[in-house]
């Protein structure tokens, strides 16, 4: 059985099991409830599948690793470096509701 969640202005295919990287949560450990299922199995909601919800454990959230942006004119003396580090939840999916 698997299904789509949308979260964080992303769509995800998720089944039973499954570990993935979303973006950040506000809740701190513990079980999440996603209930903006998009498809389950064979059944496509309009734009939601009602009364279908996906039920996850959230793991841990922290920060992924720094992406370095450069920008570079050449000869015109201009550099300029910056970091970024995206916040992220882990969650696993425990059970599929539909």
Do not use: C, W
């Amino acid at each position: 059985m698997f299904a789509v969640i949308e979260t964080g202005g992303k769509q995800y295919i998720v089944k039973e099991g499954d570990v993935l990287r979303i973006e950040k949560l506000p809740n701190e450990k513990g079980e999440v409830e996603f209930d903006k299922v998009l498809m389950v199995n064979d059944k496509v909601g309009a734009p939601y599948v009602e009364g279908a919800k996906v039920k996850a454990e959230l793991m841990r959230t922290a920060k992924a690793k720094k992406v370095i942006v450069f920008k570079y004119k050449k000869r015109k003396g201009y550099r300029n470096r910056r970091g970024h580090r995206q916040l992220f939840s882990e969650i696993k999916i425990t059970k599929i509701d539909a």
